[in-house]
């Protein structure tokens, strides 16, 4: 088990920026990924961003060259930089980790609304 906790959503005009933060209660090297997943209103959850063990990124087409994100391995955290953010921005952002075996681990969420 492993619980992980996310920070630094909010209420932010468009085209500014967020950084959210996801601290794991275990060391994130024993996961196969660690990721950011987000949920609109009425909409499936769906892939962001994910980091592999290795260092392997992957984005969600529509975040690329706006988002980064990366891994503090020393912190347990996962970071999800956000620039550029756009009003189709906003949803519920979770953390996930996901191990070798079994199901992905999520974190409760943190609200992102982009508005002005």
């Known amino acids: 088990q492993v619980q992980l906790v996310e920070s630094g959503g909010g209420l932010v005009q468009p085209g500014g920026s967020l950084r959210l933060s996801c601290t794991a209660s275990?060391?994130?090297?024993?996961?196969?990924?660690m990721g950011w997943y987000r949920q609109a209103p009425g909409k499936q959850r769906g892939l962001v961003a994910t980091i592999t063990s290795g260092g392997f990124i992957n984005y969600v087409d529509s975040v690329k060259g706006r988002f980064t994100i990366s891994r503090d391995n020393s912190n347990n955290t996962v970071y999800l930089q956000m620039n550029s953010l756009r009003p189709e921005d906003t949803a519920v952002y979770y953390c996930?980790?996901?191990?070798?075996?079994?199901?992905?681990?999520w974190g409760q969420g943190t609200q992102v609304t982009v508005s002005s």
């Open positions: 996930s980790a996901r191990p070798y075996l079994g199901s992905i681990f």
């Open positions: 275990s060391s994130i090297r024993n996961f196969n990924a």
